[in-house]
């Protein structure tokens, strides 16, 4: 896993470019906990669910199958009319947010691969091109000198690329804004006075 604080940086960073402009707060946190939520499968993992069953670590939780269903939950959960968005719109950022949870555990050094295509095949994968630290299962072994490594590697390979991405969705927005509000402006100044 990389940390479920980094995880949620990823699905914030998704949210800010997907979601519509006007959101309440817990659009953020639907996606920050979707993104974090697949290490849920960690409790089986202590339990004893072993690691290569479907439902182990890294398998079904972390797969396209898991974050789709989320997504919509998560979706019907959302909805009552305070977001100015497309509901395909709010589902394609919540799928997102939890599918780039398994994207970057795929780009971990260590564990096991990701159950992808679960639960339908039970492979697991990796990426090709794996520059992030894995992150230990266990809080008291992420607080060493390792858990210093592992959280450069984090902001390097996650904080780093989730903030342009946010930023630049940002910049855009507000570049498509303006031209709005001049328009508004014009139409407003042509228009006859009573
Ligand atoms: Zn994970």
Excluded: K
Aim: charged share 15%; aromatic share 12%; with cysteine.
């Amino acid at each position: 896993m990389a940390s479920a604080f980094t995880h949620a940086i990823a699905g914030v960073a998704i949210g800010t470019a997907l979601g519509p402009r006007h959101v309440p707060t817990r659009f953020w946190i639907i996606c920050a906990t979707a993104a974090a939520l697949p290490d849920l499968d960690g409790v089986g993992f202590w339990l004893g669910v072993p690691y290569e069953s479907t439902f182990g670590h890294r398998g079904f939780t972390h797969s396209l199958f898991f974050a789709a269903l989320l997504a919509s939950i998560a979706l019907v959960a959302f909805r009552d009319g305070t977001a100015d968005a497309v509901p395909r719109r709010l589902w394609l950022a919540f799928f997102l947010a939890t599918a780039s949870h398994g994207v970057l555990d795929a780009m971990t050094t260590g564990g096991g691969g990701i159950a992808v295509f679960a639960p339908f095949v039970n492979e697991r994968y990796f990426l090709p091109w794996r520059p992030i630290l894995v992150s230990p299962m266990s809080v008291r072994r992420f607080f060493s000198a390792r858990g210093v490594a592992i959280l450069a590697s984090e902001l390097v390979w996650v904080w780093l690329p989730a903030a342009v991405v946010a930023g630049t969705a940002l910049l855009l927005r507000r570049r498509q804004a303006v031209p709005a509000r001049e328009s508004a402006a014009r139409r407003d100044r042509r228009r006859p006075r009573a």
